[in-house]
């Protein structure tokens, strides 16, 4: 009956000018040959079978539907102003059927100044599983700050390193986790919104191993640095042993080698520049 609609709007001017759920005001249902065909007499009144909000694509879809005249395709359904979306949802935001979310964005901005993160996470949670949003990936870039506020404290106490350093995408990938653990006890995932970001639970899982910690944690900038000043400082024999060996690691060839030489000739010193030069990697 919905390809139907399509074809009756390729040949009648009249099915044009309605939305789907009209159809039965000027039209009938022919079962036989199923298709829309012009009534004589009388009308009907037509309606759109109700679809719930977290049914996704489909909800779009019917939002569509309600606004939508002249479509003899399903690419039409995702055309506005002669712009073809990807999704019903993006059709259905630039024709201003869905709110942009700024009044969410507000709120939990403002929320953070007197409440926890942990009840910011709540909120935005609350959100997501309630259907509210539009965008949730928009809130979410433009909230993630609020709600990822004193990860970096947590780890480093959990840890006992206190110099630990986390760059923003671990920062955000650590909040993600909390916000799928509250989700879960909903009966929901991240994984139910598409646009959302996923989180890396292996990684989040391997972050609490304070080995891994050890080794995940250089200010690659700082590394850079020091790298710089040292290679500088190399005589032309280190120089060569560094060259040797760094190409190995770069080529991922593998090889062993075995740095010989008398008290104060510096060997640490090479091998400090070796490790600054792959840690600043």
């Known amino acids: 009956m919905f390809l139907a ?3 009756a709007n390729k040949k009648y001017p009249t099915a044009r000018q309605l939305i789907y759920a009209e159809m039965p005001m000027k039209f ?25 909000p977290s ?8 939002c569509l539907l309600n606004v939508m005249r002249g479509l003899t395709c399903y690419e039409d359904l995702r055309t506005v ?26 709120a939990i901005v403002e929320a ?24 949730p ?23 006992g390193c206190q110099d630990l350093i986390m760059t923003e995408d671990e920062i955000k990938n650590h909040a993600l986790v909390e916000i799928e653990k509250l989700l879960t006890r909903c009966g929901k995932s991240l994984r139910d919104y598409a646009q959302m ?17 050890d080794e995940l944690r250089y200010d690659r900038i700082e590394m850079h640095e020091e790298h710089t000043k040292l290679v500088f400082n190399l005589t032309h024999e280190q120089h060569g042993v560094y060259s040797t060996i760094n190409s190995v690691v770069g080529t991922n060839l593998g090889d062993i080698f075995f740095v010989y030489g008398y008290g104060w000739t510096r060997k640490t010193f090479v091998w400090r520049t070796l490790s600054a030069t792959l840690r600043s990697k």
């Open 55 to 62: 049914s996704g694509e489909m909800y779009y879809l019917r």
């Open 28 to 52: 009938i249902w022919k079962q036989s040959t199923r298709e829309f065909v012009p009534k004589q007499r009388g009308f009907s009144i037509g309606r759109v079978i109700y679809v719930l």
């Open 81 to 106: 102003n002669g712009v073809l979306y990807s999704t019903y949802r993006d059709a259905c935001y630039t024709l201003g059927l869905l709110e942009d979310d700024k009044e969410y964005v507000d």
């Open 137 to 159: 990936e928009v809130v979410w870039e433009k909230c993630w700050t609020q709600s990822s506020d004193g990860i970096l404290y947590k780890q480093r106490k959990i840890l």
């Open 197 to 213: 970001l996923l989180p890396e639970i292996e990684w989040a899982s391997s972050s609490i191993n304070r080995m891994v910690q």
């Open 5 to 7: 609609w399509f074809e």
């Open 112 to 135: 953070s100044h007197w409440v926890s993160t942990q009840s910011l996470r709540n909120l935005f949670t609350t959100l997501l599983s309630s259907n509210s949003l539009s965008h």
